[in-house]
């Protein structure tokens, strides 16, 4: 698939088919997700993937989706075969920081942007359209309680999720109402030379 097709073809998908993802695809998508970039190299991205159904019933529980349900929205959750837990360790940055080639660096304390969100994002997106060209698809779930979700998994308290995947073979799903909104023209977004 060319690259503008997967870009083209990603959405977020909230219904999957009752089909599980063969344990290759999955790896290999998993794989590419971890090939992002990170500021000074701290790789401080990691993945909870999580295919067993009570966990993946125990992650919907926590995230709200038998309210979800009673709201009349798809069992988003509990359809997907799959949920990966993107998450960031912050103290990766201040250890790769004080190793002695980045001595001269502006380092965490003096950024402007967290970056482990950033670079949790690159491997966010990574994730997502790796899903597509693996003829999966993909959604992403803002997660309201991380505190819930680290106690349920084990994750260590210095590791912060920053939201959960859901991986599958898509099902017919309803769109989301913000894309009523539609794209924003590039004439607005992309400033040349100056803005
Ligand atoms: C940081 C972030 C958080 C999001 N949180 C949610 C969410 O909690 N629930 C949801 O249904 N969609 C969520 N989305 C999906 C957006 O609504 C979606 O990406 C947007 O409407 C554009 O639609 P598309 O990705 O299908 O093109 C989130 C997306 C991002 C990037």
Known sequence: MEFGDVVARRRMVRRYRDEPVD??????????ATRGPSAGWSQPVRF??????????????LCGEPEHLRRGLDPWLT?????????IREA??????????????????GWHVPYWWVDGGAALQLLLLAAVYAGLAAGFLDVADPDGLR???????????LGLVTLGHPAPDRRSGSLR???RPAAEVVHH???
């Open 23 to 32: 344990e290759a695809t999955l790896a290999a998508v998993l794989d590419t």
């Open 48 to 61: 909870v993937v999580v295919t067993e159904p009570a966990m993946r019933a125990a992650i919907a529980a």
């Open 79 to 87: 359809s997907a075969p799959v949920h990966v837990v993107v998450a």
């Open 92 to 109: 990766d940055y201040r250890e790769r920081y004080a190793e002695r080639d980045k001595a001269a660096s502006r380092g965490p304390a």
């Open 151 to 161: 106690r349920l998994l084990g994750i260590p308290s210095d590791v912060a999720p």
């Open 181 to 183: 909104r539609g794209r």
């Open 193 to 195: 030379e100056r803005w």
